[in-house]
């Protein structure tokens, strides 16, 4: 099983809203609007930034970044992973599927969720980031490491997201796909051009929609 982080595995729209706007401040730039935030939510970061605050210099931007995202982590701001979510892990886990993350985030953004002292260390069997996968959703290629990784076949995996360009990547790969509405920013008509194997309201939602899907696919 494969899961996205943003809104996801945490919510998190909200808070990187506020959070890159606070970098653009500390940087001189103007602040960018919600409509404009919400409209690139899913691209890498730094490619939705150029849209987000057009002739923004990536380098001072980077620079300031990493110093506010470790003010928000710390501050335990960003990435929080509620109990139930991590409840519905371990039920998964209990189960016997195999863990991993997949996201457009960099190396440098998931650092924090990946520390040997973090609450995922022990739940995931391997995460994958746009620094060591070499493509990005939608492209389906971003799968291509971890199937070569793991030996297993797109139709064994099922991919939770919740943007179109989740659902675009996964179904090229040829995995199943789950699409999660908890942010309430998109709703299933934003899926209209994926093939979605289930939609949940909440991310604990994924225990009973993988057990439905995997029943689906034994057949009576």
Not at 102 to 126: G, K, Q
Request: hydrophobic letters at 40%; aromatic letters at 6%; glycine letters at 8%.
């Amino acid at each position: 099983m494969v899961i996205d982080v943003d809104d996801t595995l945490c919510l998190t729209e909200a808070v990187c809203f506020e959070l890159e706007n606070e970098v653009l401040r500390r940087i001189g730039r103007r602040p960018m609007s919600r409509a404009v935030h919400l409209s690139t939510w899913g691209m890498p970061l730094l490619d939705a930034m150029l849209e987000r605050s057009p002739g923004l210099d990536l380098q001072d931007f980077t620079a300031a970044y990493r110093l506010v995202l470790g003010d928000y982590v710390r501050s335990g701001r960003l990435d929080v992973i509620t109990p139930e979510n991590l409840a519905a892990l371990d039920v998964l886990l209990a189960e016997g599927r195999r863990l991993m993350l997949l996201t457009s985030r960099t190396e440098a953004e998931m650092e924090h969720l990946l520390a040997p002292e973090h609450v995922l260390a022990d739940r995931l069997t391997a995460a994958y980031h746009a620094d060591n996968t070499p493509f990005s959703k939608p492209d389906p290629r971003a799968f291509t490491p971890l199937l070569a990784d793991t030996g297993l076949r797109p139709d064994e995996c099922v991919y939770v997201g919740d943007s179109p360009s989740d659902g675009q990547a996964a179904n090229g790969a040829g995995l199943h796909f789950i699409a999660c509405l908890h942010s309430g920013i998109r709703r299933p008509q934003h899926f209209a051009g994926c093939r979605v194997d289930a939609f949940i309201d909440t991310f604990p939602d994924v225990v009973g929609a993988v057990a439905n899907l995997e029943g689906a696919l034994r057949g009576p």
